[in-house]
């Protein structure tokens, strides 16, 4: 007896994001990146490696990060552990990311 089985549908990650809602504390940000003249290497590579895409690179080297939308999964504030180039504390509440499905 052959059974041929497939494989549900996958969502891919931006779909799953979509479900998502970040409320947004005007103002407020719970994500702060220090003043630097040059970005270490780990901050750079929050550009890439942030789930959200929060951080981003100006023309003239700095880093940025633009908080809503944030997951607040923490991989910004592993990343930059040692070299301490951002603040991170949890939104108030009410406010930040609000999981619709899980």
Not at 13 to 27: C, I, M, P, S
Request: charged share 20%; proline share 7%; glycine share 10%.
């Amino acid at each position: 007896m052959n059974m041929v089985t497939t494989a549900p549908p996958r969502a891919k990650v931006e779909e799953k994001l979509f479900q998502n809602r970040y409320l947004v504390d005007a103002g407020r940000p719970h994500i702060r990146v220090k003043p630097h003249e040059t970005p270490s290497a780990s901050l750079v590579a929050m550009t890439t490696l942030c789930p959200a895409g929060c951080y981003s690179q100006t023309e003239s080297g700095q880093v940025e990060v633009a908080a809503d939308g944030c997951l607040e999964c923490g991989t910004c504030r592993i990343l930059t552990r040692e070299t301490g180039e951002i603040e991170w504390n949890y939104p108030r509440g009410g406010f930040g990311v609000l999981y619709k499905f899980g």
